[in-house]
């Protein structure tokens, strides 16, 4: 016996949807045609086809049976019929990827693509596309963190933050591969050791986790060669070049010790070799004021380190392997 869902189901609507839960109860949804063929070409392509005279109907309407499950066509439907204020979910929410897989597989499946636009807007909010918006994000992070900031959201220790395997895997089960590469340097800055829900020495409060059971031999397999690559790439861009001319110019007419910025950039080359976090650290030097050197080679050190960073997201992609 089938249930009329309790707000999805309206006195003019033209078609009814059936689909049943994990325990077999069955619910019924009764809405509009035109409204699904908006939002949906599937939808659209399988409404336009001819009535068939022995089609069942229910209350009078077309009747569709659906094989998805109920409580999925129940988000999907409020998702399309529904106002969302607040969003489709919380921002920095670490159940966010279980909350949003069945839209973005239903919006998928379905061909909704206006509402798949607007998860994945909402997941690269989370993981960005870009250096700055990450450079934001990292800063409003570590303002809920701080419990002297201003922040109207204090982050406590049962408040974690997205977790990195869960954005991986459903990236790549719903074909969302923008939010990869923020996803997995986020990923290899965090020590195995630490996982949700377990305790370890090296996990301090608030220190940031992932569910590393959900990555696949795959996944690992880019994550280990990303690290590596980070580490490589940073050195090499890093070395500081016998071609320099500028720099020896600068040392020669005003009287530079040019020895000085070499020692300052190896420095940082060799911190960024056991730095978890490379962008952060190289992101730290580049806005010190506490560079050993003359302006002209802090201002040079400074526009190296900016290019590295930016040429290290940009490259973000290809270390993880994650272009195919």
Sequence with gaps: M??????????????????????????VFRVHQSILSHYSTVFADMLALPPVPEAETYDDVPLVCLPDNAEEIESLLKAIYLPRFPPLYPRLSRCAPRTIYHLLNLSNK???????REVVQQLEADWPT??????QLEGEIAGLADPDSDSMRCLLPEDPLPDPASAIQLARECQVPTILPA??????????????????????????TANWGLLTAGDLRCLLLGREGLLQVTDSMLTTEASDVDGQIHWMVDRCRGSQRVEVMNNIREECQSTPDILATLRGHATTEELLTCQICRRMIRDRLKQVR?????KLPSLFQLEN
């Excluded at 089938?2 to 077999?24: K, T, V």
């Design 110 to 116: 379905y061909e909704i693509n206006e509402l798949r």
């Design 130 to 135: 870009s250096l700055a918006r990450w450079d």
């Design 310 to 314: 930016y040429a290290l997201w940009t």
């Design 183 to 208: 996803a997995f340097y986020h990923l290899s800055r965090l020590s195995i050791r630490c996982q949700p829900d377990k305790a370890s020495s090296i996990c301090k409060p608030r220190r940031r």
């Design 2 to 27: 089938a249930r009329r869902h309790a707000s999805l189901y309206f006195f003019d609507g033209n078609i009814a949807l059936m689909a049943s839960n994990d325990f077999g109860e069955k619910t």
